[in-house]
C-alpha cells in the first residue's frame, strides 16, 4: 500500500544510513554532529569501511543514527539534503560517483510505500551489506515491515560474502 501524503503523529522512530568516501574521517564526523544537533540523541552503529558498490571509487565509510523527530518524512529528506549540501554535496551529483556526505532515510516507524517522493522502507536495506549490518546493530529487533524478519535475522541470513565490511575506530 503506497501513501503519498505526509505523516505526522507525535515523534517518529527514524533510522538513516550515511556513508562518505571524500574526506571521510572529517565528513562522518561532520554528519554525526549535525544531526545531534537538529534531533538530539543518536544511536549510533559502528562504522564500517566498505569498497564502493557498482563503480570504481574509493572505499566508503558507512553507519546507521537512529533517532526520534516530529518531522514529517517530506521535512526529514529536506533537512538531510540541506545537511549535505551544506558540506558541499552538489544535488546533481550522478548515482555512481563520490559522495561527500551522503544520508538517506532507511526507515521512518513501521511506513511502507512512497511517501513525499521517499521510498519506504529503503530497498538498499536488504541488497547492502554496508547498509544492513549497522541497523541490524542499532535496530536488531525491530521488523523489516516488508518481510516481517527482524534486522538481525536479515543479516544472520545475508550472504556476507557478497560485501567485504572492516569496523573502524574515528576517535
Sequence with gaps: MAQTDSLSSGAA???VSIGSNIDRVKNSKAAIFELEKRFGKLTLSSIYEAESVGYEGENYYNFVAGFKTDLSVGELSKTLKQIEADYG?????????????????????????????????????????????????????????????????????YDSEKQKLWVVNLS
Aim: charge should be negative.
Design 89 to 157: 554535496r552538489k544535488p546533481n551529483t550522478p548515482i555512481k560517483a563520490g559522495r561527500i556526505i551522503d544520508i538517506d532515510i532507511l526507515t521512518y516507524d513501521d511506513l511502507v510505500g512512497t511517501i513525499d517522493g521517499v521510498e519506504l522502507p529503503r530497498g538498499e536495506i536488504t541488497k547492502n551489506a554496508y547498509v544492513l549490518l549497522p541497523l541490524s546493530e542499532v535496530a536488531g529487533s525491530e521488523v523489516h515491515p516488508l518481510t516481517n524478519k527482524n534486522y538481525q535475522q536479515l543479516w544472520q541470513e
Design 13 to 15: 522512530q527514524v533510522y
